[in-house]
């Protein structure tokens, strides 16, 4: 497999932290799927993309369960 953006063929999977935004706060969460190792594309699967977008069908109905990891600040 190349990687369609820079033909580059270190392709490798690997534990990403996808990010979900869900109104003004920031959830990761955790796929395995292939991103090249030169560019940082990444390659999501059908079943990665239901599954983000399932986890964020549940997370706008508040009905994900969420563990406080750290804080986004602003500074102003
Ligand atoms: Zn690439």
């Known amino acids: 497999?190349?990687?369609v953006i820079c033909h580059g063929e270190d392709i490798q999977v690997?534990?990403?932290r996808?990010?979900?935004k869900v109104k003004n706060d920031i959830v990761y969460v955790q796929i395995h799927i292939?991103?090249?190792r030169t560019c940082g594309e990444r390659?999501?699967?059908r079943?990665?993309?239901r599954y983000l977008e399932d986890i964020e069908r549940k997370l706008k109905q508040e009905?994900?369960?969420l563990k406080e990891v750290g804080k986004i600040l602003?500074?102003?």
Do not use: A, N
Request: net charge neutral.
């Open 1 to 3: 497999m190349k990687c």
């Open 43 to 45: 390659y999501y699967d």
């Open 47 to 49: 079943r990665t993309i």
């Open 18 to 20: 996808e990010e979900l």
């Open 34 to 36: 292939p991103v090249c």
């Open 63 to 65: 009905k994900g369960k």
């Open 74 to 76: 602003v500074y102003t």
């Open 14 to 16: 690997q534990d990403i």
